[in-house]
């Protein structure tokens, strides 16, 4: 099972208590997110290379309901991810990577750590980093209590494009969330759809937090899933905004 190290000061880390003071939460609820937001990594992306995660799933990651851009922002800006990687992954990670790879694959982790070394001998600016994965805009970190403001870079391509490619990696997440099943069809509708309806990042968090309690819910975990609808059946019905019953605890009767 994957697992991260992690020590009791951690509550009281000067980044820790910078970046909940940002956020508005508390250093305990900062720790919490970052808990979460690593153990994801190391189950989705065991690399700890971000780059082809739009700050939703980033956030989402870390379970944080709140803006993602913001959030990642946050992170960044107290140097817990170098761009879109997590900073000082092999600290945490290290031990469970050559576990699983020195002898099963040892050129994997020969990988993993050659992208860590090459990164860590790079200028980790922020802005450097953000422009080598080709990332359009990158936040203003110089401005740390604004999160969201964004800084143009001489990267040649129009808003409207950066706008289409956001929306693009929303629907990808959306599609890889969606439980596979036989009614799990028509990729490109949902492409279209994020397309056209252009959910904001607020939006896409509240589906995605939706979909996830959807994929726990009775009706999607009974009878095989035959009743989980179509995925455009579910974005055209808004479906994300209904309430989803829990699935019911199963009781245990004791006969003395």
Aim: glycine share 4%.
């Amino acid at each position: 099972m994957p697992w991260i190290e992690s020590h009791t000061v951690l509550v009281r880390h000067r980044k820790v208590v910078q970046g909940a003071h940002a956020l508005n939460i508390t250093p305990v609820y900062f720790v919490g997110h970052l808990t979460v937001f690593w153990h994801t990594v190391l189950e989705q992306q065991e690399d700890g290379d971000l780059t082809n995660w739009p700050d939703e799933m980033i956030a989402h990651a870390a379970a944080y309901t709140g803006d993602p851009s913001a959030f990642v922002a946050v992170l960044q800006s107290q140097k817990l991810l170098d761009g879109k990687v997590v900073h000082d992954w092999l600290n945490y990670a290290g031990r469970y990577l050559k576990n699983k790879y020195k002898t099963a694959n040892p050129g994997k982790l020969k990988a993993i750590y050659k992208l860590h070394s090459v990164r860590l001998k790079s200028d980790f600016s922020p802005t450097k980093v953000c422009l080598q994965s080709a990332h359009l805009t990158i936040p203003n970190l110089t401005r740390p209590n604004q999160p969201n403001q964004r800084e143009e870079k001489t990267v040649p391509a129009s808003t409207t494009a950066t706008t289409q490619d956001d929306h693009a990696d929303r629907a990808e997440t959306f599609w890889k969330m969606w439980p596979a099943n036989m009614r799990k069809v028509a990729k490109g509708e949902v492409e279209k759809w994020f397309q056209n309806h252009k959910p904001t990042a607020e939006q896409f968090s509240i589906m995605l937090a939706a979909l996830e309690a959807h994929v726990k819910s009775e009706q999607w975990t009974t009878e095989n899933g035959q009743w989980i609808p179509l995925p455009m059946t579910w974005l055209n019905q808004e479906r994300w905004t209904a309430t989803v019953a829990p699935v019911p605890t199963k009781r245990r009767i004791i006969i003395t």
